[in-house]
């Protein structure tokens, strides 16, 4: 096996994957979407949750996902399902997504930038990230 750079990987991964960003992101869930976020407990606390969003920790994501074990979200209807998985800048949410459409989730979808972008873009617009809506 050829070795190959993290960049070359995060590349092929998002060549696999849609990119949303944070304007489009109420749109891309529609009705029935699923927001996954993959973030450790520590940058929850420090950075702040996106509401609505569920949480699956990026170590346990491919088993609430699996359809097919014992482990899967209950909130899942099906591999058609619309799915924004982010993370605090959008690159593991972008290897999270790819893997997700591995397992056969053809609507998986990451947050651009993640949760600092969806962040930045309420504060742009003049409104706080804690108010309820994406």
Not at 38 to 43: A, H, K, N, V, Y
Not at 86 to 112: K, N, T, V
Not at 113 to 132: T, V
Request: charged share 25%.
């Amino acid at each position: 096996m050829k070795p190959r750079s993290v960049d070359e990987l995060m590349n092929e991964a998002r060549a696999r994957i849609e990119r949303i960003t944070p304007e489009q992101l109420a749109d891309a869930l529609g009705e029935g979407g699923l927001l996954i976020d993959i973030r450790p407990e520590g940058q929850r606390a420090a950075e702040g949750v996106l509401p609505g969003a569920l949480v699956v920790e990026r170590n346990v994501l491919e088993w609430r996902f699996d359809l097919s074990g014992p482990y899967h979200l209950e909130q899942l209807t099906g591999y058609d399902q619309p799915v924004v998985i982010f993370c605090s800048e959008g690159y593991a949410s972008s290897f999270a997504a790819a893997s997700l459409r591995e397992l056969g989730f053809a609507r998986a979808a990451d947050l651009d930038g993640g949760f600092r972008a969806w962040a930045a873009s309420r504060s742009s617009q003049g409104r706080e990230p804690e108010d309820g809506a994406l």
